[in-house]
């Protein structure tokens, strides 16, 4: 692995259904992200976690969670997915949360809610 | 509230040299990111800026100007492969990123 890996690369998903979204990084980050992205809108931060045992609400959290067991996994959840949740998906780390630190990308999961 | 400004989409010629403006109100300043992306692809680092000034980094340039709130990114002698979507980022007073909406720039031979 090199990098943030992210699985899995696509999924249609029925409505009602729960989804874990999965997040793998070997560079030893701190922090970790979860975007969403949406045609004609910026990424929007869904949640973040600065560190591991540690997580933190972004822009547009509802009807998402996350955890952060080790340094390594950050995994999110649609408990109940809904049409409105067909998006994609980055995560994304950094190795601090200061001013200068740069986010690196997973390759995204494209998800579509029926 | 929160707001970063990008034109939608832009053409320039190859070889030529195109300038994408952003222009941002955040509440707070620590930094302005550029990203490229591009199309079904992950969005990847390009530039970043906290002082006023140009920052050069071979064929990208980019410049802020924090008492205006704007930002520019200048691409020089384009190629077909720079045909993608910048995207603009400020990271606010929580440390976290506000994100334009992104320019798709569109390189015709």
């Known amino acids: 692995i090199a990098g943030i890996t992210q699985a899995p690369t696509s999924q249609i998903l029925a409505a009602g259904r729960r989804m874990t979204l999965r997040c793998t990084q070997d560079m030893r980050h701190n922090a970790m992200y979860w975007y969403r992205q949406d045609l004609g809108l910026g990424l929007r931060l869904i949640h973040y976690s600065n560190t591991a045992g540690t997580t933190g609400k972004g822009e547009v959290p509802d009807g998402y969670s996350v955890s952060r067991a080790n340094t390594d996994d950050f995994p999110l959840t649609l408990a109940s997915a809904v049409p409105s949740q067909t998006s994609v998906y980055f995560c994304?780390?950094?190795?601090?949360?200061?001013?200068?630190?740069?986010?690196?990308f997973g390759p995204g999961t494209r998800l579509t809610v029926l | 509230g929160q707001n970063i400004d990008q034109p939608t989409e832009m053409t320039a010629t190859e070889g030529a040299i195109v300038q994408i403006n952003c222009t941002y109100q955040?509440?707070?300043?620590?930094?302005l990111f550029w990203y490229q992306q591009h199309a079904g692809e992950a969005p990847t680092f390009l530039s970043y800026?906290?002082l006023d000034g140009l920052e050069e980094k071979g064929r990208f340039s980019s410049f802020l100007s924090r008492s205006k709130g704007y930002s520019y990114l200048l691409l020089k002698e384009l190629q077909m492969k720079d045909s993608a979507s910048y995207l603009c980022?400020?990271?606010?007073?929580?440390?976290?990123?506000?994100w334009g909406a992104g320019t798709k720039l569109i390189i015709k031979p």
């Open positions: 800026n906290v």
């Open positions: 955040t509440s707070g300043f620590n930094g």
């Open positions: 980022a400020v990271k606010d007073s929580n440390y976290q990123l506000i």
């Open positions: 994304a780390s950094s190795d601090a949360s200061g001013r200068a630190d740069t986010q690196y």
